[in-house]
């Protein structure tokens, strides 16, 4: 299909009539999103109209509202690993294919942006109460991408199993915008006098089709087309778990509550700074032999009785501190966010007992939400998977990307690459909200264990990685060190070759060699293949070259019935079983805790060659 304007129909009535009706029912999270924007933006004068003065126009106290809003978002904005699992984890192919496609999902992430806009998508999540991904196609790049809306702008609507239904959004453009973001409506706006200010414009998606238009101008569509997603909204949408209902109810921020303990803290802040400059400003209070007060640095006052002159003492009662103390409390424990996080640590820093507890709420916060983030950017992948399959199936494609550090090139076709199979794996590992330590710990204990498998294991660490592209690069490093450690072992062994009579300088020479090939930048494996390369047996007496002869060849780097320097009796007793890595596995030097429940990180390598008898 095309991605173009379409005539509007009769069921645009059906849609104006959603659109009204969903607007008047989420009218208090309207109220509330528009009292948050305020706040973030700083104008309290919205907020709390009166409250201020010409001397302290805005809050004397810390916008904690704001502070934890971006703390928050900024936890949030990480992004989780993203792959695509075989269905047969033994068939090479099936390997093949979900690694395609999960390079595949990635560049429809990479090819929006999606990382350097996901602190929009958590701010509108947890402030607001609701995150909204937009999908949309590139028509120029032939992909599709993904767009973050502001969920304070978007009304939606969820089916049974909690996926949009079909969601809408509405925000203010300049007429010039609007003139250019949809052609053709110039004119229109011209003659209904909209050429100053801002117009407000509804775009709404369901299953069907995508509308644009502009409820201030008698509903003129601005743009209409069929759902280039079959069967899907354009939308995302995932609601604040436990804020508000989200099949029936309607979402709420998680810091709407806490706007009036923040002005409250204020007027509190105001008070002290009062009673202050009252007891700075306050009258002399001086003996009655005192007939002239002199006023100014270095006056004098001349009295028979100087200890009774003092300013008149402004009272002011403790409780009205200990009153300020505990609305600070309550918004730090009303936004989940311990006192720790703006750098004011009341616990203990020798054992931490007390910030590990004061962060519990906070993890338990940020974990909840990687749920439901996880979810979100799932259905938005598989949404890319559709619109990819659906508008440009036999198209072929080459995306560029990289993958830990190393760039690559795919090449793929929807139609072929995609196959109808949308599935995808968005993990923020099961050790989400663990401290890394704590997490290390448990990943290796319960590997060590055989509770886990390494595959498992790689697919729970909070990093993008391909796993199996990993686990290929650990095998190549591991061969590698076997092949280092066995040229070690060949090395160790000239003493005990020289002892039993045999020529080590053949062994000297092809380690030489390998040295030499090193220096030129040549991987292990390709020296060693070169250096202890089979030659070709000389020809036998009375045979003519390159006939076959009934000698079999001498082992390579061993004289004539001298023996082979490679017997296991030529090596130094010890030498073959130190490892490929010659080090203790990783678990062994990680995987402890103290009978205090910390991680004990700590290891020893001991190394011991065993004395060889006379």
């Keep these: 299909m095309d991605y173009e304007n379409q005539s509007p129909d009769a069921g645009m009535s059906r849609i104006f009539s959603r659109v009204k009706s969903v607007q008047e029912k989420w009218q208090l999270r309207d109220m509330s999103a528009a009292q948050m924007r305020a706040v973030l933006a700083g104008d309290w004068e919205k907020v709390a109209p009166g409250a201020f003065t010409d001397d302290y126009p805005a809050p004397m106290v810390a916008n904690r509202i704001k502070v934890m809003s971006r703390d928050v978002a900024a936890s949030l904005a990480p992004l989780p690993s993203i792959s695509c699992a075989a269905y047969n984890s033994a068939s090479d192919a099936a390997k093949k294919f979900a690694e395609k496609r999960g390079r595949i999902a ?56 909690g996926r949009t239904a079909w969601a809408f959004e509405e925000f203010c453009l ?45 509903n003129h569509i601005l743009i209409d087309y069929k759902a280039p997603i079959p069967g899907e909204s354009q939308y995302v949408c995932v609601a604040l778990a436990g804020e508000g209902d989200t099949f029936t109810g309607v979402p709420r921020g998680a810091y709407d509550d806490l706007v009036y303990p923040q002005m409250a803290d204020h007027e509190f802040r105001m008070l002290q700074l009062e009673a202050a ?55 730090a424990v009303g936004g989940m966010s311990p006192e720790s996080r703006t750098g004011n640590i009341q616990a203990s820093v020798i054992t931490g007992k007390g910030i590990e507890a004061a962060s519990a709420g906070y993890s338990s916060q940020i974990a909840n939400a990687q749920i439901m983030i996880a979810f979100a950017l799932e259905q938005a992948i598989q949404k890319c998977f559709k619109m990819d399959e659906h508008l440009w199936g036999r198209t072929k494609k080459s995306v560029q990307g990289t993958e830990q550090g190393a760039p690559y090139i795919l090449e793929y076709t929807p139609s072929k690459d995609i196959k109808g199979v949308h599935s995808v794996e968005i993990n923020y590992g099961f050790l989400s909200g663990m401290a890394p330590n704590n997490a290390l710990v448990f990943v290796l204990q319960a590997q060590a264990a055989g509770l886990i498998s390494r595959d498992f294991a790689a697919r729970q660490l909070p990093v993008g990685m391909n796993v199996n592209e990993e686990f290929n690069k650990i ?22 070759m020289i002892q039993n009579g045999m020529d080590p300088t053949q062994v000297v020479h092809a380690l030489a ?57 030529g090596l130094v007793a010890g030498s073959q079983s130190l490892g490929p890595n010659d080090r203790p596995d990783l678990s062994m030097l990680f995987a402890g805790l103290s009978s205090a429940g910390n991680p004990v990180l700590q290891g020893g390598v001991s190394r011991q060659n065993p004395a060889i008898g006379q």
């Design 475 to 496: 095998d190549i490093e591991t061969m590698r060190n076997s092949l280092m450690q066995g040229m070690s072992a060949l090395a160790q062994s000239l003493p005990q």
């Design 277 to 331: 400059s009252k007891a700075v400003q306050a009258p002399l209070a001086v003996p009655a032999d005192v007939v002239d007060v002199p006023y100014g640095p270095d006056a004098l006052i001349r009295t028979q009785n100087p200890q009774n002159i003092r300013r008149v003492g402004t009272e002011i009662p403790q409780g009205a501190f200990a009153a300020s103390q505990l609305i600070r409390e309550d918004l």
């Design 513 to 569: 060699q390998i040295v030499v090939g090193k220096q030129k930048g040549k991987a292990i494996e390709e020296v060693v293949a070169d250096v202890f390369a089979p030659k070709p047996p000389p020809p036998a007496p009375g045979t003519e070259p390159g006939v076959a002869s009934d000698t079999a060849p001498d082992a390579p780097g061993s004289d004539a019935g001298g023996g082979s320097p490679l017997a296991p009796d």
């Design 106 to 161: 990635m560049s429809y992430v990479d090819g929006s942006d999606l990382d350097a806009h996901m602190t929009d998508f958590g701010t509108g999540f947890n402030t607001f109460g609701l995150g909204v991904f937009f999908i949309e196609p590139d028509l120029e790049a032939k992909a599709p991408r993904i767009r973050v809306r502001n969920g304070a702008d978007v009304y939606c609507v969820w089916d049974a199993q």
């Design 174 to 218: 300049p007429h010039y915008e609007v003139s250019a973001l949809f052609p053709g409506s110039a004119d229109y706006l011209e003659k209904a006098g909209k050429t100053e200010g801002v117009v407000k414009v509804v775009r709404y998606s369901d299953k069907d089709r995508t509308v644009a238009y502009l409820p201030e101008c008698q």
